[in-house]
């Protein structure tokens, strides 16, 4: 089986699926003549052309609104917004607008358009563009909002937000573009709301989103070394929400810890943690520890970046405050 | 024309009184009365497969483009028979894709750049249809507007980007909150054309509503269609707009766009007292029947509510 | 400026009742001197100004019922500012009362640190899991602490006088697991057995007169009557004068029952079951003896309802049938007591200095001294052996 960079695994998605539907476009900044700030939409513009590959000014509240509209008249944009932390300006577009469109037309509206960004924490960008903050999202049900771990869940699960008839949040994780991993020849899509298991195991279950998967597989490997065997869910999506693989888990093994790139406070583990407390209080062995990023905003300091962000040291301190 | 104006008019004012006199009705509403030169104008000079982006003040644009007035009214009563299944309210009734109204936002301004992405679509399928957009001059102070606007300009979208300047955004005096002359002014900041009509002259605005889709259809891009007119009342059905001046609401009462309309038409004989007499009653019918519909119209269950979160 | 606040007069009280104020605001007091009349659970009595000053604010309205610790009324002086009441409970500067010394808080009962998972194990095991160790992080009880509880619990205990080689080298012909009622019933009743405080008293009862008149009603109606019938009518009638042993303890809430439904053990193939007989003591012998019957059968053939096995207040106990003298049963929990008896059998007995023949039984009541003490336990056995010697108290 090949193996392909994270970046190549999205580019490949998104130009089979370009082939496959000529009403998918691209919309955003240097994504044509740059082909792309991390290289994901590399030779698109040269093959597509700039009615298909378009390069947008400066202007994330446009390419947010511009991608609903030609979602609601008939095309499939797939929108870019470079960094996170910009998701904020257009904010009005996805979260006030295109989550609540469908439910405020009583069902009449369909809004199929994706919106793709990344996020840089691990490279030194600064706290104003390094954010990750999926979580925002629970509030505004209404989007699916996916986050791949690796090359071939990367292909696999865009390809399929692109297929969606739901406006699609698609977090890329900046410090993967450039692993590698195997990713199949055959065309193959990942279905949207359903956790992967990563790993299987019966002491502990530490479900784990994005970069932060490879740490928790990392912390795994370890911690079996120690006579811990630890379950690895990845939930791929995170609205909706498979609960059920991670309760049932849960269930199994006893101890949670949820480990992700979010600040602590209001993060993805904090909805998790509520959730399994809900539905399997009598099988919990211990208290569910979430690890995640500090309550701050992102320091530059190269050091102080690490220690601000979940590690997989970080998930075994956590595993060994559980199981002692 | 005039028939689309006088149900606006009917329409609104029975809304207003289900609001304010029978107190059936509750919560923000936003009426067109006094506009309906715009809708009827720009909207009538539409073919059937040209696209609009509507606004919360939007109930004057569906009643203008067609929408029938039964679920007009019952999505106002929140009702299951309603637009928007009674979901969406008085900000969003006017969405009816059928007829071509894709959205309507309660977001000032941020319909634009929705407008623009319709554009850009319809640019794509290549059949010379046209996006249409409303939108009040508060809305072009707005960071959603100017993007919006300029990524039409600069990709030559055919939209007619229609701004209806009724002077003021709730209280704010138009003069005082936009730093140009005057909203056709913006346009230039983006090099796209500009155009504007007197907003209570149904036939002017028509005209240039006309020239503007035109130009669109040919490919030459989009328009910024300043329409200048003046609400009725206030900003919401609850707001007296007492911050107007008594004499400018005098001085706009008598340029009423549906009274010097049917004087027109008297005048050059293109019409009857009784033609008129006779719409007046058939929409004071149609009207009445929209609000007993409405009033025996079902609510949805609570239940069947999460279906409508994510599109199946 | 000084605090009055409500004081804690028993270890169990909450909260206190304002019944009168003796002084009103601007009066001056001297240390000591009562100010207001509270009733706590029991009695009334007045609280005193803690110190001399003037009553410069009564919070409260006579009728409230105020939460022990909180503030009731302040004394200082006048031109001292009022401190903000925020509400929750002042820390105790209690006015010492007349008649009661205020007592200090109740103990505060240490729950152990325990798993939810952990703490479902044991409460399906019934184990009480505060006499488990933890051995998680703070001394957490965990899941794995629990289950060796429950093993442990059920291994087999060594034989007294025996070495552990000898056991260990004895093979095993079968292994049975443990399943089904035979399971079911040994949980039950090692979970009595280490819940309860069981003591046993005996006393012999003359069968004379009874078998007598159990001949008598054979005779009256052609139906057989068994001996257990008369002895579970007499528990149940001896109960109506012995509420107390007519009950259950849970946790510690001693529950009183206003029905008496005597359960009869009953051997089945399958093992031992305790259907009830609901309201015993208003039913007649006849009655309770065809009861008997018919749950019998039934039981036996498996076809007892749920409601057949709930609800017993106290149980009978009979292994007469199978040559058995005197045996001492185990409770049936969360019952407080069980009566077994053994078979009736001819024995000389002394009657005025001379010997006689008697039909004898021996009656065994176990109790839970938790509940109740030897000296009503004996009284309740006493009235059942009176009313089994002389039947015609039973009707």
Redesign the interface.
């Known amino acids: 089986m090949p193996e392909l960079t994270y970046a190549e695994a999205l580019r490949q998605a998104l130009r089979e699926e370009m082939l496959r539907d000529p009403r998918v476009i691209l919309m955003g900044e240097e994504i044509g003549v740059f082909e792309g700030v991390y290289k994901v939409t590399r030779g698109l513009l040269k093959e597509f052309g700039p009615e298909r590959v378009r390069d947008t000014p400066i202007s994330e509240a446009a390419i947010a609104g511009a991608a609903v509209g030609a979602a609601l008249a008939g095309l499939k944009p797939v929108a870019e917004i470079m960094y996170m932390d910009f998701v904020t300006i257009c904010l009005d577009q996805i979260a006030t607008n295109a989550a609540k469109m469908r439910f405020m037309s009583g069902g009449k509206l369909k809004v199929p358009f994706v919106l793709r960004t990344q996020y840089s924490l691990g490279r030194m960008h600064g706290a104003q563009h390094s954010q990750f903050y999926p979580s925002i999202f629970f509030q505004v049900p209404g989007l699916k909002v996916v986050l791949p771990s690796t090359p071939h869940d990367a292909k696999g699960l865009l390809k399929a937000s692109i297929r969606e008839d739901n406006p699609v949040v698609f977090v890329e994780s900046g410090a993967l573009y450039r692993t590698k991993g195997p990713v199949p020849e055959e065309e193959y899509l990942l279905p949207l709301g359903q956790c992967d298991i990563k790993r299987k195991g019966d002491d502990l279950t530490i479900v784990a989103v994005s970069r932060v998967v490879g740490e928790a597989l990392t912390a795994a490997a370890k911690l079996e070394e120690q006579g811990v065997s630890a379950e690895v869910i990845d939930p791929r999506t995170i609205q909706p929400l498979d609960k059920n693989t991670i309760v049932e888990s849960v269930k199994k093994t006893g101890r949670l810890i949820i480990a992700s790139d979010d600040v602590k406070s209001g993060g993805i583990g904090s909805e998790i943690s509520a959730i399994v407390v809900e539905e399997a209080f009598d099988s919990l062995d211990a208290p569910i520890l979430r690890v995640a990023s500090a309550d701050m905003p992102i320091p530059f300091s190269p050091p102080l970046e690490q220690a601000y962000m979940p590690n997989a040291q970080k998930i075994m301190e956590a595993a060994k405050k559980l199981i002692g | 024309m005039l028939r689309k104006m006088i149900e606006i008019r009917r329409f609104e004012e029975r809304v207003e009184r289900l609001f304010l006199q029978e107190g059936t009705l509750i919560g923000p509403s936003h009426l067109y009365l006094g506009q309906e030169a715009v809708a009827a104008g720009a909207i009538s000079a539409l073919n059937d497969d040209d696209l609009i982006v509507s606004t919360y003040r939007g109930h004057g644009h569906a009643i203008a483009r067609g929408v029938p007035l039964n679920p007009l009214m019952a999505e106002l009563f929140g009702k299951a028979t309603g637009t928007c299944k009674g979901l969406g309210g008085s900000m969003h009734v006017s969405i009816f894709p059928e007829k071509g109204i894709l959205y309507a936002s309660a977001i000032v301004g941020s319909g634009v750049p929705i407008a623009a992405g319709v554009g850009l679509a319809l640019q794509q399928a290549g059949k010379r249809q046209v996006a249409m957009t409303f939108f009040g001059d508060g809305a072009t102070n707005t960071g959603a507007f100017h993007e919006g606007m300029n990524l039409a300009a600069v990709w030559k979208l055919p939209v007619v980007f229609v701004c209806e300047n009724n002077l003021y955004a709730m209280s704010t005096r138009a003069d005082k909150a936009i730093a140009t002359e005057s909203v056709a002014d913006r346009a230039e900041a983006y090099r796209m054309r500009a155009m504007a009509a007197d907003g209570n002259d149904v036939v002017a605005v028509f005209l240039s509503a006309e020239e503007a889709i035109e130009n669109a259809r040919k490919g030459e891009g989009p328009t910024l269609l300043e329409c200048i007119t003046y609400k009725l009342k206030g900003h919401g059905v609850y707001d007296k707009a007492e911050y107007r001046p008594k004499e400018e609401v005098e001085e706009w009462r008598k340029r009423d766009p549906i009274d010097t309309f049917e004087a027109k038409l008297l005048k050059m004989k293109l019409t009857a007292q009784a033609d008129i007499d006779r719409i007046e009653k058939e929409v004071a019918a149609s009207v009445e029947e929209s609000v007993t519909f409405a009033k025996s119209s079902p609510i949805l269950p609570f239940e069947e509510l999460s279906n409508f979160v994510y599109a199946r | 400026m000084f605090r009055v606040a409500m004081p804690r007069l028993d270890p169990g009280m909450q909260s206190g009742k304002i019944v009168e104020w003796l002084k009103k605001e601007g009066d001056r007091v001297e240390k000591d001197v009562p100010i207001v009349r509270i009733e706590g659970e029991k009695t009334t009595f007045e609280v005193n100004s803690p110190g001399a000053g003037v009553v410069r604010k009564l919070l409260f309205e006579p009728g409230t019922d105020v939460q022990v610790g909180q503030t009731i009324a302040l004394v200082g002086e006048p031109n001292e500012t009022l401190p903000v009441e925020t509400g929750a409970p002042a820390a105790p500067e209690p006015a010492v009362a007349q008649q009661v010394t205020v007592a200090p808080a109740g103990p505060r009962i240490q729950e152990p640190s325990a798993?939810?998972?952990?703490r479902?194990m044991a409460r399906e095991a019934g184990i009480d899991i505060s006499k488990i160790k933890g051995?998680?992080?703070g001394g957490?009880i965990?899941?794995e602490d629990v289950q060796k509880a429950i093993d442990q619990m059920r291994s087999q205990p060594q034989a007294v006088g025996f070495s552990a080689q000898a056991a260990r080298a004895v093979p095993i012909a079968r292994t049975i697991k443990l399943a089904g009622k035979r399971k079911a019933t040994a949980e039950r009743l090692s979970y009595g057995f280490h819940t309860t405080v069981p003591v046993t008293i005996t006393m012999e009862a003359r069968m004379d007169t009874m078998l007598g008149h159990r001949k008598e009603l054979h005779n009256k109606t052609g139906e057989e009557i068994s001996i257990t019938a008369y002895v579970v009518k007499a528990a149940a009638k001896a109960l109506e004068d012995h509420q107390m042993i007519n009950s259950s303890l849970e946790g510690d809430e001693l529950r009183l029952y206003s029905d008496i439904n005597v359960a009869v053990a009953i051997n089945t193939p399958d093992g031992l079951v305790a259907p009830i007989i609901p309201q015993t003591n208003k039913r007649s012998i006849l009655e309770i003896s065809r009861g008997i019957r018919d749950l019998t059968e039934r039981a036996i053939q498996n076809k007892l309802a749920v409601t057949d096995l709930t609800g017993g207040t106290f149980t009978v106990t009979n292994l007469g049938g199978f040559g058995v003298d005197l045996f001492a049963p185990i409770i049936n929990p969360p019952q407080c007591a069980i009566l077994g008896f053994g078979r009736t059998s001819e024995k000389p007995v002394i009657i005025e200095k001379q010997v006689q023949v008697a039909s004898i039984t021996t009656l065994s009541l176990v109790f839970d001294h938790r509940i109740v003490d030897g000296v009503p336990a004996a009284q309740y056995l006493q009235r059942v052996k009176e009313l089994l010697e002389d039947p015609k108290k039973l009707e």
């Open positions: 798993s939810p998972v952990a479902k051995s998680g992080p957490r965990v899941r």
